[in-house]
């Protein structure tokens, strides 16, 4: 069993209405070095596979076709194996 | 400067309706092997800070007075000394 954590982020350029939130909100409560917030989605996924390098190929292929739109958003993910 | 990658997910037991919608739309796609999927959030915050401990200092204070909601959700984060 592997366990896949992706990270979708919005591309360099693409506005993010939330990060820019939650700057203003932390800026607002005193939080005052902070220069940047960014936020993006993280989904973790288990999965069986024959091997690591099977389990990084499906992921792709899960981000590619469902989880990032590839127009605005980037992915990266990394893969354990689980002991169950 | 420092950049903070915060993770927050649900606590387990909490009902995640996102994780469960990615869950069926990949199984529906033919992606037979997954077994769960849960989501959350990433946040990643540059800021000033004195040293790494300092920065996780308010990192931490920053989830609990807004990036996570104690009551439902967990968070981790890990701290990254960056050269701009």
Same mark, same amino acid.
Request: charged letters at 25%; a negative charge.
């Given at each position: 069993?592997?366990? /896949?954590? #992706?990270?979708?982020?919005? &591309? =360099?350029?693409? +506005? $993010? =209405?939330?990060?820019?939130?939650?700057?203003? /909100?932390?800026?607002? +409560?005193?939080?005052?070095?902070?220069?940047?917030?960014?936020?993006? &989605? %993280?989904? @973790? #996924?288990?999965?069986?596979?024959? $091997?690591?390098?099977?389990?990084?190929?499906?992921?792709?292929? %899960?981000?590619? &076709? +469902? +989880?990032?739109? =590839?127009?605005?958003? $980037?992915?990266?993910?990394?893969? /354990?194996? @689980?002991?169950?």
């Amino acid at each position: 069993m592997y366990l /896949a954590r #992706i990270h979708v982020r919005f &591309k =360099p350029g693409v +506005l $993010d =209405p939330q990060g820019a939130a939650i700057l203003g /909100a932390l800026n607002h +409560l005193g939080f005052e070095g902070v220069k940047s917030a960014r936020t993006g &989605k %993280m989904i @973790e #996924i288990t999965l069986e596979a024959e $091997d690591r390098s099977a389990a990084g190929r499906t992921v792709r292929e %899960m981000c590619e &076709k +469902l +989880l990032a739109n =590839p127009v605005i958003e $980037d992915f990266t993910f990394e893969i /354990a194996e @689980e002991n169950l």
